[in-house]
Antibody, heavy 120, light 110 residues
Framework: QLQLQESGPGLVQPSETLSLTCTVS??????????WGWIRQPPGKGLEWIGS???????YYHPSFKSRVTISIDSSKNQFSLRLSSVTAADTAVYYC????????????WGQGSLVIVST | QSALTQPASVSGSPGQSITISCTGT?????????VSWYQQHPGKAPKLMIY???NRPSGVSNRFSGSKSGNTASLTISGLQAEDEADYYC??????????FGGGTKLTVL
């Protein structure tokens, strides 16, 4: 059974870079037809798609994050990562990783989520 | 890219049926049959309940059903149960090859 697990610092300083890794177990990250995505949820607010990556390295990003975000994949470790630069308090959120089908909105499964607080 | 529009809250009594709407545009919901619905209980990760407008993943109760008309998708929950109380989010693929979520709807079972 495929499982995803986010990991990374829970506290990031303003103007620094937020870095998270999603480790995939129970299946290969190089499976065709699947994308690997990052979604975030600010406290008390809704879900927001950040970006997704295909095993080949092809990426798609939300226009609002395009200048600040990089998603990469490490097939040897069965992991993919998120980097979000120049963070502010508005980037405080629970960050989820999830798998989704090519082109569809079928995000499943999801990781448990990782709370990242941007503060001094 | 704007979020899909959902009502902030809906409510119903046990045993009743409720419907949650999700309105987008001709560039997302109206363009593709790639609408999904997610259930999220407090402190938990979202759970896929409906995909490709009408399909239920294995293990999801048949009390949950989805539909679409034009730029609006809908999730219907029949035979409401206390355990259905949660936040619900819709999502769609878009013509820009991006993905968009709705603002979320809080379902209260009275």
């Amino acid at each position: 059974q495929l499982q995803l697990q986010e990991s990374g610092p829970g506290l990031v300083q303003p103007s620094e870079t937020l870095s998270l890794t999603c480790t995939v177990s129970g299946g290969s990250i190089t499976s065709s037809t699947f994308y690997w995505g990052w979604i975030r949820q600010p406290p008390g607010k809704g879900l927001e798609w950040i970006g997704s990556i295909y095993y080949s390295g092809r990426t798609y990003y939300h226009p609002s994050f395009k200048s600040r975000v990089t998603i990469s994949i490490d097939s040897s470790k069965n992991q993919f990562s998120l980097r979000l630069s120049s963070v502010t308090a508005a980037d405080t959120a629970v960050y989820y990783c999830a798998r989704h089908q090519d082109g569809t909105a079928e995000f499943a499964p999801w990781g448990q989520g990782s709370l990242v607080i941007v503060s001094t | 890219q704007s979020a899909l529009t959902q009502p902030a809250s809906v409510s119903g009594s046990p045993g009743q049926s409720i419907t949650i709407s999700c309105t987008g545009t001709s560039s997302d919901i109206g363009a593709y049959n790639y609408v999904s619905w997610y259930q999220q209980h407090p402190g938990k990760a979202p759970k896929l309940m409906i995909y490709d407008v009408t399909n239920r993943p294995s293990g999801v109760s048949n009390r949950f059903s989805g539909s679409k008309s034009g730029n609006t998708a809908s999730l219907t929950i029949s035979g409401l149960q206390a355990e259905d109380e949660a936040d619900y989010y819709c999502s769609s693929f878009t013509s820009s090859t991006t993905w968009v979520f709705g603002g979320g709807t809080k379902l209260t079972v009275l």
